[in-house]
């Protein structure tokens, strides 16, 4: 990547190689001080220059070791990452003789990270770097001796390497953007609305109440939800997959007012929703969306959500 650049996709930041210029020195499961983990050793164009690397998406400081020059930091929200994945990233540099970050410090994506370099190492200039796909902290010790992150990925399934120049890529599947489109959904099937945090929505369609939750006004719904009928009649659905009753109002299965009687009956009686909702979070790997209905978190697929 080049110095301020910004990738954001459906409201969701690519986490893009930090690197304008990438010379793996030592790969993934590398026998010298990568045994067992997935962390690869960048320098730049030039051997031993101590080239600039930028914040591959909004990072925040987790934790520094100034006697290696490395910090742990974590994405401030979930990112995209090269094998589609959309999840926190925590990730691990080192060797920045120069390293000046501080614990809660907030690098916007495609600002100054730190510098290639040699500190807390013998070889040569480079920046050592580990991803993890999950805001897991954790950094522990494996059976060569050797410390890493839980949830680490190769570098080639992490960044994005759009204007980044491979100048040996050791045969990784280096992927850009352009690669790994993102999932569209629209309409009531078909799969082109964009939905995004902050979209407004209506639900979009006549819904079955499958089941009521004993004792309470929460319905469970297999369409919406796409959990099965026998998950909720355990009752081993999440609390995120019940549904409030409450903004919901009693129809026949062709959508015409019924009764009106509010007693709704698990497995007879049809519902619609004509209230507008504000998407609060995507997750494009379910393609559902998080609404609140009546002060309830609750997650939908986005295929019965029309954008308005
Ligand atoms: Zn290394």
């Known amino acids: ?21 990438m010379y793996i020195t030592q790969g993934s499961l590398g026998s010298f001080s990568h045994q067992g983990i997935y962390a690869n050793d960048v320098r730049g164009k030039v051997a ?19 006697e290696t020059g490395q910090v742990m930091w974590q994405s401030t929200s979930k990112v ?5 994945r959309i999840d926190y990233a925590t990730y691990m540099t ?63 399934d992490c ?20 690669k790994v489109p993102v999932i569209e959904m629209s309409g009531a ?24 939750k004993r004792g309470t006004n929460l319905f469970g719904n297999t369409k919406l ?19 409030p009753l409450d903004d919901f109002t009693e129809v026949d299965q062709y959508g015409s007012p019924v009764g009106q009687d509010d007693v709704v009956y698990g497995g007879q009686s049809y519902v619609i929703n004509t209230n507008i909702y504000t998407v609060q979070e995507i997750d494009i790997e379910t393609n559902s969306a998080k609404l609140i209905l009546n002060g309830r978190e609750i997650w939908i697929f986005s295929a019965f959500l029309k954008e308005i």
């Open 94 to 156: 080192a060797h920045d003789n120069t390293m000046d970050a501080v614990v809660g410090q907030v690098v916007d994506q495609g600002e100054q990270l730190g510098n290639m370099g040699n500190k807390g190492n013998t070889t040569g200039v480079h920046c050592h770097i580990e991803v993890s796909q999950s805001k897991d902290t954790s950094w522990t010790k494996n059976s060569y001796g050797v410390w890493h992150f839980n949830n680490e990925y190769d570098l080639d």
């Open 48 to 66: 031993g220059i101590r080239y600039t690397y930028y914040a591959p998406c909004t990072s925040r400081c987790v934790k520094t070791y100034p």
């Open 1 to 21: 990547m080049y110095k301020g650049q910004k990738s954001v996709r459906g409201g969701i930041e690519d986490f893009l190689c930090p690197f304008t210029d």
């Open 159 to 178: 960044y994005f390497v759009d204007y980044t120049n491979i100048l040996y890529g050791r045969g990784g599947n280096w992927r850009t953007t352009g």
């Open 80 to 84: 995209r990452f090269a094998n589609g």
């Open 189 to 212: 099937n078909a799969l082109d609305q964009i939905i995004y945090p902050g979209s407004k929505v209506m639900f979009d369609g006549i819904f079955q109440v499958d089941i009521i």
């Open 225 to 243: 939800t796409g959990v099965p009928f026998m998950t909720y009649y355990n009752e081993k659905a999440r609390d995120y997959h019940w549904i």
